[in-house]
């Protein structure tokens, strides 16, 4: 299974805003730098883990954003299902497959889906921050306040 950039970008976000030590904002920018991410991209994908609530944004003057969870809480399986457009492996559909009545395929498909997001179920955001240092390092990310 493959997932979206889309998926991936709202990953390396809520990483890097985990990387963040005292609630310290940051903005679309410096996380678009950080990783060579399209800045408009990264709007759309702030704006649906805000809605989603894993994101919390400050406006004005000073403004960006945090976690809007703890990092503990944040299930990365619960992030792709939010954020995933579609978890189907293949579509049956389009066009219509002629074996789809009788097919077993689907079903071994869904079942290797379920092993995926199972394994993704098993990790929150705060297992992914184990090495935050090795982290700043390789996005070159040093802030006064940072972990």
């Avoid at 406006?59 to 299902?81: D, P």
Wanted: glycine fraction near 8%; charge should be positive.
């Amino acid at each position: 299974m493959k997932l979206t950039r889309h998926t991936d970008y709202a990953l390396r976000v809520l990483m890097f805003l985990a990387l963040q030590k005292n609630d310290r904002l940051v903005t679309v920018s410096d996380i678009a730098e950080h990783f060579d991410v399209p800045r408009n991209h990264l709007v759309k994908i702030v704006h649906q883990l805000g809605q989603l609530g894993y994101v919390c944004t400050v406006r004005g003057k000073g403004g960006g954003m945090r976690l809007g969870r703890l990092a503990g809480s944040i299930g990365i399986g619960e992030v792709v299902r939010d954020v995933e457009t579609t978890l189907e492996v293949v579509n049956c559909l389009q066009p219509e497959c002629p074996l789809l009545p009788g097919c077993s395929l689907r079903g071994v498909l869904h079942e290797a889906r379920d092993v995926f997001l199972g394994v993704l179920d098993k990790y929150t955001l705060a297992d992914l921050m184990a090495h935050p240092r090795k982290m700043q390092t390789l996005l070159q990310w040093h802030p006064v306040n940072a972990v």
